[in-house]
């Protein structure tokens, strides 16, 4: 398929708005092309008009689209639809609203396969194989199950199958690891990189993650307010940007390895302007740090470079050397916290558990009655001024360890102690001082902020109910909470409609600051911002709370993120602590083996750099039924023998607090896992303490 010149618009009263402008692209059999750039880029638009499903508003209002050297708007419905019938195919975002919840797994790949509806021995042997293919260990069973009886990451291999299953000459894939977690997605990575290649499709990669876009693609396109602004293959988009806007995502994405206190992230600043408000010249001249009269005054061509095209006037002096394209880095560095600081958040031993209804048959047999274990023995201790990071797979019990310590679900054992005093464990039985003192930024902030609320109603009302501030005091005290969160006062005045993402969620953490806590618990906080907003939020953190002395509970799946805000890191599975410690030793081996495969899978902006993998089989145990011995036996590739299966595993002490539940000895685990991932430990990419910072 090749797009010449596409600008695609969207009816706006009378008129069009150009929401993608003047784009070239080429997508070759076997060749991954990556399509990156924040929110309001135009990612999304460009993928719809390639598969010609623009909304009924939308529409191509210039350039040509061609499909097997026939321009598609030339083209009638019926036969575009015939055109496209099985030659182009989609993986969405999120699967389980592609799949059919009616109908059983195979029937629908029986049908991506035939059309017809007619199901006979041999389609569904094609069927299974198909599911085999995109390595489903017991075919029969996936298909006959229905899709809301298999996971995330089992219902996307399914859908890949389905695209698959017309053998296309186009996949499009938007986002398909998004939701995912880091193992499962590592896995699906490797589905489609070898997929891809065994087929020879060509394959157009949607994604905000450039993490993973380096992973996969041969070449990237980089967009920005509609405009391409670089192309170029991965490695040389990677190591070598041409453009700004590309090396500020660059830099502000973090690496892993990299800490808060070694690197100071340089989000860009500003945001994407609206497609009915471009400025004069180059669009990313009001956030470029390279913008002089020229670049806002005339609009630059896309010009072909070594290996790739650039829209920048300026990129000849950046390819020379001659001029800077990072972001100024902000100013200060963060200092370590005091080793000795005092816990102001205690957990021993705390558990969850959700007690199950007995079936009929199971009360009239006397059947015990079962329940989940979502948290169970979880042991920890955050002090003033760090930052306990907690990472595992969804369904490991991160979450629920929040609710648990925050009083909104009411564990079932154990104790919470806050700045040694231990709290009731429902939060209505809670004291208004604990609540204070311990607050919460969730991960959606549309759904933390009442839409009907002001920002200044919104911070004042926690100023005047939980820390006591007069009414006549707390205008100022609102001014003051959106200054420390880097927003203007006008924004009192303004509802969460007229912010962005990322100026909501400052929102969030102003009001969660308001009551002046001790603790502050963020549960994916940052883990749905484009890369920009996010490390400028991640700087954000660590200025406040070495203002402010608050410790953190910082729970992720992005391990990048983790290792750069906090001090120490708890890996948790199956709702068990399996390894705990400082951040700098948990990051480096020895490391428990489901650590290793979580690092092993976290993506690297290091295109076709060889490092070892480690990938898990199979799903997460349910919770209802855990295995016995080690949580982790069933799925570990360091199983060691009966042992692991029968016995729990002994927790093993290395320095500096580091320890492991396992049953390997330390020396052995470092002495493997240095060997197969080097002295710098997993996955940490050579400068990681300098890229994507002021060093």
């Known amino acids: ?76 419905p019926e036969a575009r639809r015939r055109e496209f019938h099985r030659r182009v195919a989609l993986v969405p975002q999120d699967p389980l609203p592609s799949l059919n919840p009616a109908h059983r797994v195979g029937r629908q790949v029986e049908e991506a396969l035939d059309p017809s509806g007619r199901s006979t021995p041999e389609l569904r042997g094609r069927a299974h194989a198909l599911l085999e293919a995109v390595g489903l260990a017991d075919p029969e069973r996936v298909a006959g199950a229905y899709p809301h009886q298999l996971s995330g990451g089992m219902q996307q291999r399914i859908l890949i199958a389905m695209a698959l299953a017309g053998e296309p000459d186009l996949l499009v894939l938007d986002e398909p690891t998004t939701n995912l977690d880091v193992t499962t997605e590592a896995t699906i990575l490797d589905l489609v990189r070898r997929l891809v290649h065994d087929s020879g499709t060509a394959v157009l990669y949607v994604s905000h993650s450039l993490g993973v876009v380096a992973e996969l693609c041969d070449r990237v396109a980089v967009l920005y307010a509609g405009e391409m602004v670089e192309d170029a293959p991965a490695t040389r988009l990677f190591t070598q940007p041409r453009h700004p806007y590309t090396q500020g995502l660059l830099d502000s994405v973090p690496r892993l390895g990299s800490t808060r206190h070694e690197v100071t992230l340089r989000p860009i600043p500003g945001r994407i302007p609206p497609a009915t408000d471009l400025p004069a010249g180059c669009v990313f001249a009001p956030r470029c740090p390279l913008a002089v009269d020229d670049c806002r005054e005339a609009t630059p061509a896309l010009e072909a470079t070594p290996e790739g095209r650039v829209r920048c006037w300026r990129w000849p002096e950046v390819e020379a050397g001659q001029a800077d394209p990072h972001q100024p880095a902000p100013a200060g560095r963060l200092h370590a916290p005091a080793e000795d600081a005092e816990a102001v958040l205690e957990v021993e031993h705390l558990a969850k558990r959700f007690p199950l209804r007995r079936s009929l048959v199971e009360l009239l047999r006397g059947a015990p009655r079962r329940a989940v274990r979502a948290v169970e023995d979880v042991s920890l201790s955050v002090r003033r001024g760090h930052t306990l990071g907690l990472v595992g797979e969804s369904g490991s019990g991160k979450s629920t360890t929040a609710r648990s310590v925050l009083g909104l679900e009411a564990a079932s054992a154990g104790t919470v102690r806050l700045l040694g005093d231990e709290l009731p464990r429902r939060l209505e039985r809670r004291p208004a001082s604990a609540i204070r003192r311990l607050q919460m930024v969730f991960q959606s902030s549309d759904e933390a902020l009442n839409p009907y609320r002001s920002v200044g109603s919104t911070l004042g009302r926690p100023l005047r109910r939980m820390a006591g501030v007069p009414r006549e005091e707390a205008a100022e005290r609102v001014a003051r909470l959106l200054e420390s969160v880097q927003l203007p006062r006008s924004y009192a005045e303004k509802r969460p409609a007229q912010l962005s993402g990322g100026e909501k969620q400052r929102v969030a953490i102003a009001r969660a600051f308001a009551a002046e806590p001790e603790v502050l618990v963020f549960d994916e906080s940052v883990s749905g911002l484009d890369v920009s907003v996010q490390a400028a939020i991640l700087n954000l953190l660590g200025e406040l709370q070495q203002v402010r002395g608050s410790g953190y509970l910082f729970i992720s799946h992005d391990l990048a993120v983790v290792g750069f805000l906090a001090d120490q890191v708890a890996v948790v599975y199956l709702g068990r602590v399996v390894e705990t410690g400082p951040a700098r030793s948990v990051l480096s081996p020895p490391y428990h083996p489901y650590s290793e495969a979580l690092l092993s899978a976290v993506p690297l902006l290091a295109p076709g750099v060889e490092r070892a993998r480690v990938r898990l089989e199979g799903d997460v145990p349910s919770p209802v039924d855990v295995p016995g011995g080690c949580p982790f036996h069933t799925r570990c590739p360091r199983l060691v023998g009966p042992q692991c299966r029968e016995q729990a595993p002994p927790w093993r002490h290395g320095p500096d607090g580091h320890a492991i539940a396992c049953h390997i000895p330390l020396e052995e685990l470092a002495s493997v896992q240095t060997a197969l991932f080097g002295d710098g430990g997993a996955p940490a990419v050579p400068g990681a303490t300098s890229e994507g910072g002021d060093g």
């Open 1 to 76: 398929m090749r797009l010449e010149g596409v600008s695609v618009g969207y009816r706006r009263g009378r008129g069009w708005v150009r929401a993608v402008r003047d784009v070239d692209l080429t997508l070759e059999r076997g060749v991954t092309y990556g399509l990156v750039g924040e929110s309001g880029s135009g990612k999304t638009t460009l993928a719809h008009a390639v598969l010609q499903s623009l909304p009924a508003h939308g529409r191509l209002l210039g350039g040509r689209i061609l499909f097997r050297g026939r321009d598609l708007a030339t083209l009638g």
